[in-house]
């Protein structure tokens, strides 16, 4: 099991579309990825309690993941993290 912590840089924080962005990037993997954001804990794969962990633009979420690619889906999500899910980063951010 492996943990990274990643910065919500969309300016709309984690909403919809960067919720979908992010089940379609964990279905590509086997591994079993969590998001955590402050006490609130979400299934990667679930758009709806990927909405429900409310994580406004600028906030630090954990990703978790655990099984055998792992480290391939962690990477994949930070690239995706940090690519802003392909929208305008907040400014100072």
Known sequence: MIEKKLIV???SGLHARSAQAIVQEVNKHQA??????????????SILELM???????STVVV????SDEQQA???LEELFNNNFNKEP???I
């Open 32 to 45: 079993e990825i969590k998001l955590i954001n402050e006490n609130a804990e979400a299934d990667a794969a």
């Open 9 to 11: 840089s969309s300016a």
């Open 74 to 76: 962690v990477a994949a």
């Open 52 to 58: 429900m962990l409310a994580a406004a633009p600028g």
């Open 64 to 67: 978790r993941a655990d099984g």
């Open 90 to 92: 907040v400014d100072g």
